[in-house]
C-alpha cells in the first residue's frame, strides 16, 4: 500500500495532519467508497506500469478518500494520530483534519521557554490546516494557508513541529518540511483539485 499512502499524502496534503470535517459517523464513509477507491489506486498503478502520450485521467472522490482513511488505513497511520479525514475544496485548495497526541510532540521537543507554544499544547486535540495543492510535471507542493489546534489559529512554525514528530522515518529522521517539493507517485503528471474530488492526471 506505499503508493496507496503516497497518493494519500499528495491529496490530504501531509502525511498526518489533514483538515476541516469529521467523517467519522458520517453516512457517507461507505465501505464500497472505500474498495472503489482500492480498485482505482490498482488502475493508477497499473497505468504507471506502462508509459503513453495520451494523458489518462482517474477521478477520486472525497468521500472515497474519507472511506479508506476510516475503513483501511488505521493501521498505516502513526501512534498518536487517530480520526483523520480530508476535505477537498477546489481550485487546488484542500483542507484536512486529525486529531494527534500532542504530548507525544511537546516531549520529543523538551520545550522548555515559556514563549514556546509547544509548551502549552498538551493532550489528544484536533489539528487542521487548509492550503492549496500545486502540481506540475510529476512534483507537488503544499502552500499552507492556516492551520489550528482545537479551533485556536497557530503559526506555521508549530504546525511543522507537529508534521515533523509524526513523519520521522529512518531515511528522513527530521521528517517531513511543509514547503518541500515531493515527487508525486506512479508516474503521475498532476492532480487537478475540483471541489469534491481530485483528477489524477498520468
Known amino acids: 500500500m506505499g503508493s496507496l499512502r503516497s497518493l494519500r499524502f499528495v491529496l490530504s496534503v501531509t502525511v498526518v495532519i489533514t483538515a476541516s470535517a469529521t ?8 465501505r ?17 506500469a506502462s508509459a503513453t502520450k495520451q494523458a489518462r485521467r482517474t477521478t477520486v472522490t472525497e468521500n472515497e478518500v474519507n472511506a479508506y482513511l476510516v475503513y483501511d488505513a488505521r493501521e498505516q497511520l502513526p501512534a498518536g494520530v487517530v480520526e483523520p479525514s480530508v476535505t477537498i475544496l477546489g481550485t487546488g485548495r484542500v483542507s484536512g483534519r486529525a486529531v494527534v497526541d500532542l504530548d507525544a510532540v511537546r516531549k520529543a521537543k523538551n520545550a522548555t521557554s515559556l514563549f514556546d507554544p509547544m509548551s502549552y499544547l498538551t493532550g489528544r486535540l ?3 490546516a487548509t492550503g492549496v495543492l500545486k502540481t506540475n510535471s510529476g512534483v507537488g507542493q503544499f502552500m499552507l494557508e492556516s492551520a489550528a489546534v482545537a479551533g485556536v489559529p497557530v503559526p506555521k512554525l508549530v504546525l511543522q513541529e507537529i508534521v515533523s514528530y509524526y513523519s520521522r522515518t529512518p531515511d528522513k529522521p527530521s521528517g517531513i518540511g511543509l ?6 507517485p506512479a508516474r ?15
Open 23 to 30: 467523517v467519522f459517523g458520517d453516512v457517507r464513509a461507505t
Open 32 to 48: 464500497r467508497d472505500a474498495d472503489v477507491l482500492r480498485q482505482k489506486v490498482a488502475t493508477i498503478n497499473a497505468h504507471a
Open 126 to 128: 484536533p489539528v487542521t
Open 179 to 184: 514547503d518541500d517539493p515531493f515527487a508525486l
Open 188 to 202: 503521475i503528471r498532476e492532480i487537478q483539485v475540483e471541489r469534491g474530488q481530485a483528477i489524477i492526471v498520468q
